[in-house]
């Protein structure tokens, strides 16, 4: 039993390329989110999706785009990268709105 | 707009101290307010607090929700080194049928041995 698994660990990418992160949970989780943690800010909600085909804007939505095929995974996506965007991105899943998230190990980028 | 703030911002204290950390919020369409604590990585989850379930305890944590000042505290008993941390505070909310947890941007705790 895995819970929550992000790839990659890490990534450097230059501006204006793309790239795809992947996050996925073994728990049968319903609902999963994609976070940025940055120094100061707190974690902060970019996408969610309450279920597999949906998904949903958060609070710093801008630049991202997400998928959810499969219940399982839910993909985060860079289609031009910024510099603005270096942080540590985070995955979580929860069994339904408001209990407790299962977090992912991150995935720390930088775009220089 | 919605917010979670946590104090302090930062905390050294000695081994066998008690600390009690703050977290106050005003979030729309209150559900739950969790703790969690992040080591290096991940945040992993403490305590879940409810309406229905005010206070929760588990071994030398525990955590009170004060629904009237909009609050809650946690208190962290003879501390020890492995409890050095940040500690997040967030609170989950509705609003027009959008779901969203507020995070503090945390208090980072250092246990001195």
């Known amino acids: 039993n895995a819970g929550v698994t992000q790839t990659p660990k890490f990534r450097v990418l230059k501006t204006g390329q793309s790239m795809t992160l992947l996050c996925a949970q073994d728990?049968?989780?319903?609902?999963m989110y994609w976070y940025r943690q940055d120094p100061g800010m707190g974690l902060r909600l970019i996408h969610y999706?309450?279920?597999?085909?949906?998904?949903a804007k958060g609070e710093v939505p801008d630049g991202y785009n997400v998928s959810r095929l499969k219940k399982q995974n839910f993909l985060l996506g860079l289609e031009s990268a910024a510099p603005s965007q270096t942080s540590v991105y985070f995955c979580?899943?929860?069994?339904?709105?408001?209990?407790?998230?299962?977090f992912g190990p991150g995935t720390r980028l930088t775009v220089t | 707009e919605d917010k979670v703030v946590q104090s302090p911002l930062s905390l050294v204290v000695h081994e066998g101290d008690t600390v009690t950390l703050n977290c106050s919020y005003e979030?729309?369409?209150?559900?739950?307010l969790l703790w969690y604590k992040q080591e290096k990585k991940a945040p992993t989850f403490l305590f879940m607090l409810?309406?229905?379930?005010i206070e929760k305890k588990s071994g030398r944590l525990s955590s009170i929700l004060d629904k009237k000042e909009l609050s809650s505290i946690l208190n962290i008993t003879a501390t020890q080194t492995g409890d050095s941390a940040i500690y997040l505070c967030?609170?989950?909310?509705?609003?027009?049928?959008?779901?969203?947890?507020?995070f503090g941007t945390g208090t980072r705790l250092k246990v001195l041995a």
């Open positions: 979580a899943s929860t069994r339904g709105y408001s209990y407790e998230q299962y």
């Open positions: 728990m049968n989780h319903e609902y």
């Open positions: 999706s309450v279920g597999e085909g949906t998904t």
């Open positions: 979030v729309t369409n209150f559900r739950s």
């Open positions: 409810t309406s229905s379930g």
């Open positions: 967030a609170v989950a909310g509705s609003q027009s049928g959008t779901y969203k947890y507020i």
